[in-house]
Structures are given as structure tokens and as C-alpha cells.
């Protein structure tokens, strides 16, 4: 009496198949497992998941006696490289090496309340960074002038509620793309080398036999 044929059956045995043929075979086991742990492993320890850090030069003569360099000087995202000339800090600017260049000066000195004006040089090759350090410095005015200014009137306040939630990484984002090509290069190799297993097996160790 022949035998009901089952789906399920024949799919776990195509599986299993498949999966002996992958691991028998070197270059699969390479490509489709130990190519992508190290890609992991090795993208993952390259991830800088400190904050950015922008790096400025004061210009000469630039005024550092003031509140306003006291509160730039205070944020853990700029650091002011003192080591620099002008001449290796613009060589620096031009490629990238170099947030900006930043000149404080005052520009009312018999005013009652100083103020000063902040000239920001830098090059096309931190354009990114000359955006978040003028965030940055624009923070920092503000917070001194709500100090200074306790009475002038705002538009609108901001109040800050944080949720506690998930840290996303980079690590994250690079993980599901190496575990998608993992998978590719399975079914690529996983697929040749049962195509050649079941071609060095005679027909009465077939998979079909298995599946039936």
C-alpha cells in the first residue's frame, strides 16, 4: 500500500539536506557563516557611540575675559585646541581636521551690559559640524542671556519630559544587513552544494526517497 506523501515531511528533509550540503562544503560555511561574525565583530568595535566633538581655535586676540567663552569653554562637545598657529589651524580647517576658527570680540565697551560678537571661520570641508556648533554657541547666548535677563519676555517655553526606552547604536543598523547577506549567501551555496550532493548520491539515497 503506497504511502500518503506529506508536505511537511518533504520540506524538513529538503531543509535538513540543504544544510548538510552547506556544511560540507568550506566555502559556504566561510561565506555564509564566518564572513559575517567578522564583519560584526569588526564593524562593531570600530562604533564610536560617544557624542561628536568639535574641534575650534581661538583666533589671536580673540577676548577670553567674558562670560560667553567662559560658556563655550564649558560644553563637552567643543574642545579648544591651544597647540595650534594660525597657519597649521587654517592647513587643518581646509581639510576637515578643524571644526572652525573662533574670534570673540567686544563690541561695546562703554555699554552697561558688554556685548560681544562671535566670528566663526570655517571651510566646506565641516559644514556639518559648523551647523551643530552654531547650535551650540546659540544655546550657550541663550542660556546667559536668561541669566542676565531674568524679565525679558519668551514666546515659548520648552519643558522637556524623557521616556525611558531603547538605546539605538550603529551596531543595530549594520547587524540586520550582515545577517540578510548571512542568508543570501546560504541559499546561493546551501543551493549549489545540494545540487552536487545530490548529484554524487545514487538514486536510491535521493531526498525524494526521504521525502516519500
Not at 576637515?96 to 552697561?112: E, M, N, Q, Y
Not at 515659548?156 to 525611558?164: D, G, R, Y
Amino acid at each position: 500500500m503506497p504511502r500518503s506523501y506529506n508536505q511537511l515531511h518533504a520540506a524538513f528533509a529538503l531543509a535538513k539536506a540543504s544544510l548538510v550540503a552547506m556544511l560540507r562544503s568550506p566555502t559556504s560555511v566561510v561565506f555564509s557563516l564566518l564572513f559575517p561574525v567578522i564583519f560584526i565583530v569588526v564593524f562593531g568595535s570600530m562604533v564610536d557611540n560617544s557624542i561628536v566633538q568639535l574641534k575650534i581655535v581661538l583666533a589671536p586676540g580673540c577676548d577670553t575675559a567674558n562670560p560667553v567663552y567662559k560658556a563655550i569653554s564649558n560644553i563637552s562637545n567643543i574642545t579648544v585646541d591651544t597647540n595650534l598657529n594660525m597657519k597649521d589651524a587654517t592647513r587643518s580647517l581646509q581639510k576637515g581636521r578643524l571644526t572652525a576658527i573662533l574670534d570673540i570680540r567686544k563690541t561695546i565697551p562703554a555699554s552697561p551690559v558688554p556685548k560681544y560678537d562671535i566670528n566663526i571661520t570655517s571651510s566646506a570641508s565641516s559644514a556639518g559640524q559648523k551647523t551643530l556648533l552654531q547650535t551650540l554657541l546659540k544655546n550657550a547666548i541663550a542660556s546667559i542671556d536668561e541669566k542676565i535677563f531674568p524679565a525679558n519676555p519668551s514666546i515659548a517655553s520648552i519643558h522637556n519630559k524623557e521616556l525611558p526606552g531603547r538605546v539605538y547604536r550603529q551596531i543595530d543598523f549594520i547587524l540586520p544587513g550582515q545577517l540578510g547577506f548571512s542568508l543570501l549567501m546560504a541559499g546561493v551555496f546551501g543551493s549549489s552544494s545540494f545540487v552536487r550532493s545530490l548529484s554524487d548520491n545514487s538514486p536510491s539515497k535521493s531526498v525524494l526517497s526521504v521525502c516519500c
